[in-house]
């Protein structure tokens, strides 16, 4: 007979799986979105490119440049 998951342990199980640690230092990996402006002379406008970057304490300087 098979175990009855409740939806609070399937929640639980999908975090915890989720959890990514930096190999380097070994704190946990923080997902953001980072947004740079950038002037386009081909339609004489600004565009914004988006990227989203996994960030710790040993990348933090790099990336926020």
Not at 1 to 9: L, P, Q, S, Y
Not at 32 to 42: A, H, N, P
Request: aromatic letters at 6%; one cysteine or more; hydrophobic letters at 35%.
């Amino acid at each position: 007979m098979a175990k009855i998951k409740t939806f609070a342990d399937k929640m639980a199980k999908n975090k915890a799986d989720s959890i990514q640690h930096c190999p380097q230092c070994g704190e946990v990996l923080k997902e953001i979105k980072l947004v740079k402006s950038v002037f386009s002379e081909q339609t004489n406008s600004w565009k914004f490119n988006t990227k989203l970057v996994e960030m710790c304490k040993c990348n933090k300087n790099e990336i926020m440049k």
